[in-house]
């Protein structure tokens, strides 16, 4: 018998084993307990909290029995990509990368814990509203920041769905936000940073003239430009934005600098707004020859810009050269600054831009009252369509955002990106 | 302000976890701290010295592992088996000693030999004599020893029990559906009156161990909440099979008094245990891959829950038995056919424990860690095929470890297990409150993260900790156990609940392939429930406290016990 009981030891060996399972569990959980638990508590977690915008309108709501959106269906559309829903259809909006942060969790009571945590943003409601109006149903982005804090104030992306009453089919491409998860091609409003780029490597370009009688060739390709614009100056050249000069101007910064600095702008890389990652985009890396990098410096080739990118671009410019990088939710923490851009730069650059708006944009548009610094931009697609942009900033303390507007296929960039993105300025200035 | 059914939410959660704590602590404390004295039987004088026979099992010889340690010439380490039966008839066998073995000047054969009172008994070249105890010495030595249940009372333990039961019930007053609460009401008090009648059944017969039973009940209640949580509708028949299970416990207990009767009766139980399986391989409907269910008539069960009952009857052995026959091979090829019988069934999960218990009967009966290094050998060889062979068995262990990178598919139900099992915290949502309910087998084989959810994690460890307080007091009883037979198979009963226990846990939880087994008398499941309480009766039977377990006839029998066969002979 004592042999047997001996060996019963093996039993508490199994019984070790057992435990030292259960400690492996316990120590997982302590690390875990939280993401595993709010990984599929959409539909049950005990927390109650709301989703407000800057001026505390209620953009979702929920609680342990309720997941609730604004009561107004254009409000719940324009504000889509940024509420995001239940159902984590869209990626990027808060609902879904929030989540964890809106729900309550301890790992005394679970998700039981009925605490109340409501999430503030930036962005402004009803200014989304008016942005989502001017877009009228076509597909594109608007994005709006003010440049001394950087508090996303709009950020709309069309076509959207109502989170509340979602569509069986929904419009293609409902769910991705144009603003920060989609790359277009740039078109003219790349020339800001080709213009920065030669400002910085070609010395005296402000003062150089440049000739355009509405084609040019570079190595024997064929460059068009949109008229004649014959004799120019370097801020001529921008505000007409002449092909045939940004062309020729950009074989001369070369395409080392040209990529150097597409890089440092931040054109190239994705970033992450509160915590969202956005769309990287595009530059032709390897070596290309003149023609193609002409193409590429005035916003062709194989350039991709993400509408996100641009808006830290005009920002920085907006801000003699410093980015206050966009923050999309409110919660009291000043927003990470650094300079991109020589303070020179950006002043030169900022003068362009007030002069494209004083010289040429007012013809066709009426900025009404708007302190207006701008570029626009007509993408060609290559099928006869274009993609319309239109960014800058307002050069108003009161008021000081930075925009960007893209209508996909949208055609002329001024008529018609620059026309929306005047009637959503209108609008958040008058209100 | 909090209303009222806050309050009760509030209060039962927490007396919940308090309620298990104090069960647990309670069971462990009178099955660890309370002194368990062997039983003396007789004594063998030898020289001067006066040694204690405490088993009805005894080695004499010279080594450490003797249970009588005779030190003189030519004793072997293990000379002789000296064992007692039912009746208090005392043989002794030579197990293949170099010196020999004389009772009264006879030879001993290997077929053994009566001893009597002052026979004189020579090992090799040494002399001992055997010197019975009568019953009226017995009785006052036994007076000494200590009963169980006198420094931990099982009344009040049963009572914080019966209190767990109630604030379950409240619980599930608070959250169930109207229309299912009479049937849960029932659930929960049939419950407190099977125990109850239990336990006075034992008082009446003089019976005072109840841990056992304690923790089984304990256990039975988590499993009742989760029927009541997941299928509400099925509570009467819930009632039924605990009743039926507990019935089965008292059959068992009773079929294990007579230790003639029990070993006896192996090999008929092992035939029967193949046939069970037999005819599972045979007539079987495949329920999601595993075709381990017989229905008939509307019912439908799963013999090979049943089979680990009889698995670990058959494995366990009289130690005569262990050293007139030194080779496990009758029961290697016995287990053999069983693991087989089951993978052919598909059921692997049930293969894999079945072979753990084997690896530890088979140590326990042999000691020989050679034979389980063989035996994992080749199970290791045998997984590898099984795993080419099945493609869905080598794609849980490709998920191991990896559940939450396929939550839709292949880490579906471990990822929604941790899950649930997170959000109810430490003091859980309350019965009945939970989602994961809603999973499919998330009454089986995610049972462990439905009690997390439920009632929390602290209740989640008692649960596991309740098997391992048994596991434990296994051991403990095994060592004063009278016969090898009883040891063996409270041991090799706990190394199974514990492995199942494991398989199911960590497997639920991804620190384990998932291989779908049952909690035991936790998970949902008739068959299931049946065998845990007939194997808690092996538990009884090595429990030899004083007065202790209805499993173990009391020693004051013996003098009313007819002697016939001695008489006989010595006319």
């Not at chain 1, 509405?214 to 120019?232: F, R, W």
């Not at chain 2, 030898?46 to 080695?59: D, Y």
């Not at chain 2, 959000?423 to 499919?440: C, D, Q």
């Not at chain 2, 016939?564 to 006319?571: D, N, W």
Request: hydrophobic content about 45%; some cysteine.
């Amino acid at each position: 018998m004592k042999k047997i009981n001996r060996r019963a030891f093996s039993v508490l060996l199994l019984a070790l084993l057992v435990i030292a399972g259960m400690v492996l569990y316990v120590m997982r959980y302590v690390d875990h307990g939280k993401d595993w638990a709010l990984a599929f508590s959409r539909a049950n977690s005990g927390s109650t909290g709301e989703l407000l915008d800057r001026n505390g309108v209620v953009l979702a709501s929920f609680s342990a029995t309720r997941n609730d959106y604004n009561p107004d269906p254009e409000i719940r559309i324009a504000n889509y990509h940024v509420t995001g829903d239940y159902w984590g259809r869209t990626g990027t909006g808060i609902l879904s990368t929030y989540w964890n942060d809106l729900q309550g969790f301890s790992l005394l009571t679970g998700t039981t814990e009925a605490v109340d945590k409501s999430f503030s943003l930036n962005v402004d409601a009803e200014l989304d509203r008016a942005a989502y109006r001017a877009l009228a149903g076509r597909k594109g982005a608007v994005l709006i920041c003010d440049y001394t804090n950087g508090e996303l104030l709009c950020m709309v992306s069309t076509p959207a769905i109502d989170p509340a009453d979602p569509e069986a089919v929904p419009e293609d491409g409902a769910y991705i936000n144009r603003c920060l998860s989609a790359a277009f091609v740039p078109g003219s409003v790349f020339k800001l940073i080709t213009t920065a780029a030669a400002i910085e490597t070609i010395p005296g370009i402000e003062n150089r003239q440049f000739y355009c009688e509405g084609v040019t060739e570079i190595a024997g390709v064929e460059i068009k430009c949109t008229g004649d614009h014959y004799s120019q100056t370097f801020e001529q050249a921008l505000a007409n934005s002449c092909n045939v000069a940004f062309a020729k101007i950009s074989t001369l910064v070369g395409q080392d600098a040209m990529i150097r600095y597409t890089r440092d702008y931040g054109f190239l890389d994705g970033h992450s707004l509160d915590g969202i990652p956005t769309a990287a985009g595009s530059f032709p890396l390897e070596f290309v020859g003149d023609p193609e990098l002409g193409w590429a410096g005035i916003g062709q080739s194989t350039d991709l810009v993400c509408p996100y990118s641009l808006l830290r671009y005009v920002s920085a410019i907006a801000n003699d050269g410093v980015l206050c990088e966009p923050k999309l939710i409110r919660d009291g923490e000043l927003s990470l600054r650094y300079r991109m851009i020589e303070k020179r730069t950006a002043e030169l650059l900022g003068q362009m831009m007030s002069y494209n708006v004083a010289y040429h944009y007012r013809d066709t548009v009426d900025f009404g009252g708007l302190d207006l610094c701008a570029k626009t931009g007509t993408a060609e697609l290559g099928d006869g369509t274009s993609h319309a942009w239109f960014t800058g900033y307002l050069q108003d303390e009161a008021h000081p955002y930075a925009f960007v507007v893209f209508i996909e296929q949208g055609g002329g960039g001024l008529s018609a990106a620059g026309a929306a993105a005047n009637e959503i300025l209108q609008f958040a200035v008058n209100r | 302000m909090a209303s009222f059914s806050d309050m009760m939410n509030i209060t039962s959660k927490f007396g919940l976890i308090v309620l298990s704590l104090l069960i647990l602590l309670r069971c462990l404390r009178s099955m660890l701290r309370e002194r368990y004295e062997p039983e003396i039987w007789a004594y063998i004088r030898a020289g001067k010295e006066r040694l204690p026979v405490s088993h009805w099992e005894n080695i004499l010889g010279r080594g450490r592992g003797a249970d009588v340690r005779v030190l003189g010439p030519r004793v072997g380490r293990v000379h002789a088996v000296l064992t007692r039966n039912d009746h208090g008839q005392w043989t002794i066998y030579d197990v293949f000693s170099r010196g020999g073995v004389w009772v009264d000047d006879d030879r001993v054969p290997p077929s053994g030999l009566p001893v009597y009172d002052g026979a004189r008994i020579i090992l090799g070249e040494t002399l001992i004599r055997f010197q019975e105890l009568g019953p009226e010495k017995r009785e006052k030595l036994e007076k000494k020893r200590t009963s169980a249940g006198r420094r931990v009372s099982p009344a009040l333990t049963l009572l914080d029990l019966t209190a767990f039961q109630l604030f379950l019930l409240l619980q599930h007053a608070l959250s169930a559906a109207p229309e299912h609460l009479p049937r849960i009401a029932l659930g929960f008090l049939s419950l407190v009156v099977l125990e109850w009648t239990c336990f006075n059944l034992m008082r009446v017969i003089g019976r005072s161990g109840f841990e056992v039973e304690t923790l089984a009940f304990y256990l039975s209640s988590l499993g009742m909440s989760v029927a009541a949580s997941s299928t509400p509708e099925d509570m009467l028949k819930q009632v039924l099979l605990t009743v039926a299970a507990v019935l089965l416990f008292l059959l068992t207990g009773w079929w294990l008094r007579s230790l003639k009767r029990s070993a006896g009766m192996r090999i008929p139980i092992g035939v029967a245990a193949l046939g069970l399986l037999a005819v599972n391989v045979a007539f079987s409907d495949a329920v999601l891959g595993a075709r381990n269910w017989l229905s008939f008539g509307g019912y439908s069960f799963q013999p090979s829950e049943l089979v680990k009952a009889a698995y670990v009857y058959v494995g366990a052995a009289t130690l005569d038995h262990l050293y007139r026959k030194r080779n496990l091979f009758g029961f290697i090829v016995f287990s053999a056919v069983c693991v087989i019988a089951l993978a052919l069934i598909g059921d692997f999960g049930t293969a894999l424990i079945f072979f753990v218990t084997f690896l530890v009967i088979s140590f326990l009966r042999s000691g020989s860690i050679a034979t389980v290094f063989l035996a994992v050998t080749g199970a290791g060889l045998a997984g590898f095929l099984a795993v080419s062979a099945r493609p869905y068995i080598a794609q849980r262990f490709a998920t191991w470890g990896h559940a939450w990178e396929d939550i839709y598919d292949a880490g579906y139900q471990q990822t929604r297990a941790m899950s649930a099992a997170a959000a109810g915290g430490l003091v859980g949502k309350g019965a009945g409150a939970g989602w994961l309910k809603e999973v499919f087998a998330a009454n089986t084989d995610m049972v462990f993260a439905m009690v997390c959810e439920e009632q929390g994690l602290i209740v989640g460890l008692c649960m596991v900790g309740a098997l391992l307080v048994l596991a434990f007091f296994a051991v403990r009883s095994a060592r004063n156990s009278r016969s090898a037979f009883h040891a063996i198979a409270a041991c090799a009963t706990m190394s199974m609940l514990l492995t199942q226990l494991a398989l199911n846990v960590f497997g639920s939880l991804d620190l384990l392939p998932f291989t779908g087994v049952t909690f035991p008398f936790v998970s949902r499941g008739g068959s299931s429930l049946l065998a845990c309480w007939s194997m808690m009766a092996y538990l009884k039977g090595a429990d030899n406290r004083r007065d202790a377990s209805f499993a173990v006839q009391p020693g004051e029998r013996v003098k009313d016990a007819p002697a016939p066969e001695p008489e006989e002979v010595e006319e």
